[in-house]
């Protein structure tokens, strides 16, 4: 009788690793373009690589357009979610700037600071089911914050940690532990990314996502030792004086 439920217990456990292996399995790390540049979206959209976008006020200011109008260029162009963000500090001001970004396109994800106020505001609306990004996070104990909020997002920002001496991808790997800890279903969106190993360092880790700016993407792409090779082959395939469409 022990032995079986012992075997019985032992089948659960192995039954839910599976489970879990194959869940991991199925979720694919996501690419979101960091970006408010509509030709840069557009190159890079149709590699299929491009799954969302994210935006912020500078980037707006760079972009020099309207907020409104290029904010709804990227919705009609992008599948995915794209984040838009507040310029209020206050709850009140969040809450109505928030209902005429969500109001540009059925993909809007709302992006808030993480500030009492932010966070009442990523309640407020993760509330009714839409979706909220929490942007300016630099500690773990502020993503658990925006995770118990129910945020959509939880963006680390690694970049601007590193410009200040400290190592932004122990931030992702400490909020990755305790998210699985708790089975939060808030998706880690690494931020700031300057650099392709960002983008490798985040995909060990486990990273939900990675926004990265064209300059990043596009460098993934590189190795030195694609192209030389490519040089060969082309050089040799020359000679054989073949064509094979
Ligand atoms: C994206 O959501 C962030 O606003 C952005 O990645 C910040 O990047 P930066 O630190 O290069 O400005």
């Given at each position: 009788m ?15 690793l599976?489970?879990?292996i194959?869940?991991?399995?199925k979720c694919?790390?996501?690419f979101?373009l ?7 979206i557009r ?6 690589l ?6 912020n ?15 709804k ?18 709850y009140?001001?969040?809450v ?7 109001n540009i ?14 966070i ?12 909220v990004?929490v942007t300016?996070?630099?500690s773990a ?7 118990k909020?129910g ?10 940690h ?8 122990a931030?992702?790997?400490?909020i ?22 960002h983008?490798t360092?985040?995909a ?31 050089k ?10």
């Open positions: 022990g032995l079986m439920i012992l075997s019985a217990s032992l089948k659960k456990t192995i039954k839910s599976i489970l879990f194959l869940m991991k399995r694919k790390m996501k979101f960091d970006t408010a540049e509509i030709d840069e190159a890079l959209y149709d590699t299929g491009v799954d969302g976008v994210t935006t006020p500078s980037l707006i200011m760079k972009s020099g357009r309207d907020i409104f109008e290029v904010t260029e990227i919705c009609d162009l992008v599948d995915g979610p794209v984040s838009a963000e507040v310029a209020a500090l206050d009140e001001t969040m109505r700037e928030a209902a005429a970004l969500y396109a059925d993909n809007i994800c709302l992006k808030v600071p993480l500030t009492v106020d932010g009442k505001t990523c309640k407020h609306f993760a509330d009714q089911g839409l979706k990004n300016l996070c630099f104990a502020q993503a658990l914050l925006a995770a909020a945020a959509t997002f939880i963006s680390p920002f690694v970049g601007r590193d410009d200040i001496g400290q190592n932004g991808m931030l992702i790997a400490d990755r532990q305790i998210y699985d800890n708790y089975d939060f279903q808030t998706e880690i969106l690494v931020a700031s990314t300057r650099h392709p190993v983008i360092d985040s060990l880790i486990g990273a939900d996502v990675v926004t990265l700016p064209a300059k990043v993407l596009n460098q993934l792409f590189k190795h030195p030792l694609t192209d030389n090779g490519l040089a060969g082959f082309l040799d395939w020359e000679k054989t004086g073949q064509t094979i469409a």
